[in-house]
């Protein structure tokens, strides 16, 4: 009997530690999908709603006091727009840019190369350095014959600068108000 009581203590203490920590993480998980969407993750589910799909651009926008994320894709000969919503991490909209994509594909405005993030991530570095701020749009694009990533960023006065990389090269072709 003298060792019996050990035992259960331990037992007991075992049994309290595991559902503290089943708690923890179940508070943890929770705290996770009450935090706010980043650009990051809203691109990521885009790309997993349309399987083998690219990215061509990314706006956040407030809207009667909604944060969103304005996603467009390239999923084989079509492209679309997901409005995701950033506190509920929900897809709002799902919007076929299809005719939109063609027209500029006509005009030789669209992107037509396959978006790398690598290669937006680096032509957005040059752009911060030419304009530090924070990005509210980016937009892979074809000017002049050139591939180009259009950023708009927000600098510490609120100002709005739109600012033109050349893919690749992460030249900055154009820097305006």
């Not at 999923?75 to 799902?94: K, W």
């Not at 594909?105 to 991530?121: E, F, H, Q, Y």
Request: with cysteine.
């Amino acid at each position: 009997m003298a060792t019996l009581k050990p035992c259960l203590l331990i037992s007991g203490l075992l049994l309290t530690m595991a559902a503290h920590s089943a708690c923890t993480k179940n508070e943890q998980t929770n705290d996770a999908a009450k935090a706010p969407l980043s650009r990051a993750e809203a691109e990521q589910m885009a790309l997993e709603k349309y399987p083998g799909s690219y990215l061509i651009g990314s706006e956040i926008e407030v809207e009667e006091g909604k944060t969103l994320f304005e996603i467009e894709v390239r999923a084989s000969a079509n492209a679309y727009e997901l409005s995701i919503d950033a506190a509920t991490r929900e897809i709002i909209e799902t919007e076929d840019n299809t005719m939109d994509f063609q027209a500029d594909s006509t005009a030789g405005k669209a992107p037509l190369w396959t978006v790398s993030l690598a290669d937006r991530d680096a032509a957005e570095t040059a752009a911060l350095q030419a304009c530090p701020g924070q990005t509210q749009q980016w937009k892979a694009a074809t000017t002049e014959g050139r591939e180009v990533f259009s950023f708009k960023i927000k600098n510490e006065a609120g100002e709005i600068k739109k600012i033109v990389v050349q893919a690749g090269t992460n030249e900055v072709l154009e820097a305006k108000p």
